[in-house]
């Protein structure tokens, strides 16, 4: 399937990895890479220097395109926005905040950027800024979402604004990306089914969380401080949302939080972790490699989008 993003990306398959904070390390976007979509290492909270090192050993494994993205609300945001130009990175992505302040940088140093957007506004900004193609996030995604869902996002967003747009949040497999294009996205953002993957180094505890997710099993933390995070409910979550019902301070919360996605994520601590994921998560059920997961998406989409537009 060839459309403007695989045109812009050079990459095989119009499938984006999500930048997954901890989960997007190297292994995982060399291995989405290989097999014909774009990997993208997560800069999440990590210092330059972690990103850079894991941008090196992504090149190591892979000649193909990959991408970075930089989490905007990281206090490291400033030192990986160099990183990925002296590394000379070809694809970049942002989420959770506004990129404007690092467009001129990367535009210049001749970087594909594409924002990730929860919003119309957002997204005509970005195009405005310079912006290659946007992400239209939905808010059925993992982690730090916004409000509008997939359905009623990617449309307005597609009206909105010339550039190409990737559909992202909820979907998992060829049936999502059929309807993603059916709605004029141009490529997909998959997260939560590539952390199952086999190349994926998330602890088998997250894994398995994933893999016996039912359809209801996530959550919304952070909903009454404007910082909302979708996780699967556990032990944290219900204390979180206790702590918020009662009127507890963003600050206190956040300090409740600290480091439990690496707990989750590394140790495979799923009880008091945060397990960031997906609500497609109830429709994920095994460990595949990257190439199976993509292949079969692909061969699934092709089939149904065969004769439908
Ligand atoms: O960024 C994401 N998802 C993330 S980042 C992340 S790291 C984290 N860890 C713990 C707590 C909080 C975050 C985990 N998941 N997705 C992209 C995304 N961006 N979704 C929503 C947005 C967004 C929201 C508001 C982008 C811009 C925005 O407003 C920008 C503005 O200034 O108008």
């Known amino acids: 399937m060839k459309t403007r993003i695989t045109e812009l990306l050079g990459i095989e398959h119009p499938i984006i990895q999500g930048g997954m904070a901890w989960v997007a390390e190297y292994h995982l976007a060399s291995a989405v890479s290989e097999a014909g979509g774009l990997g993208l290492i997560g800069g999440a909270n990590a210092p330059g220097e972690v990103v850079r090192d894991y941008i090196r050993k992504t090149k190591e494994r892979t000649s193909k395109p990959f991408g970075v993205n930089v989490m905007l609300m990281s206090p490291h945001a400033d030192d990986v926005a160099k990183v990925v130009v002296e590394e000379g990175v070809k694809v970049v992505t942002t989420g959770a905040g506004n990129p404007g302040k690092y467009m001129d940088m990367w535009k210049s140093a001749g970087i594909k950027v594409i924002p990730v957007v929860a919003s119309v506004a957002l997204a005509k900004m970005m195009e405005r800024a310079g912006a290659d193609a946007v992400v239209a996030e939905g808010t059925e995604s993992g982690g730090h979402i916004g409000e509008a869902t997939t359905m009623t996002l990617v449309p307005q967003v597609v009206d909105a604004v010339n550039i190409p747009v990737i559909a992202a949040g909820g979907i998992a497999d060829g049936r999502g990306i059929a309807a993603a294009f059916m709605l004029g996205a141009e490529a997909v953002q998959i997260g939560t089914r590539f952390v199952v993957a086999k190349e994926s180094i998330v602890h088998e505890n997250y894994k398995q969380r994933i893999i016996k997710a039912k359809d209801i099993d996530s959550t919304v933390t ?64 095994k460990e595949q490699t990257c190439k199976e997961m993509i292949d079969e998406m692909m061969a699934q989409a092709e089939a149904l989008l065969k004769g439908a537009r």
Do not use: W
């Open 222 to 285: 952070g909903r009454s401080h404007g910082h909302p995070v979708r996780c699967l409910r556990n032990q944290m979550t219900r204390e979180y949302n206790k702590l918020e019902s009662e009127g507890k301070s963003f600050e206190e919360l956040e300090y409740l939080t600290l480091g439990t996605l690496r707990k989750a994520v590394q140790e495979g601590d799923v009880t008091h972790g945060t397990v960031m994921a997906g609500q497609i998560a109830g429709m994920i059920n």
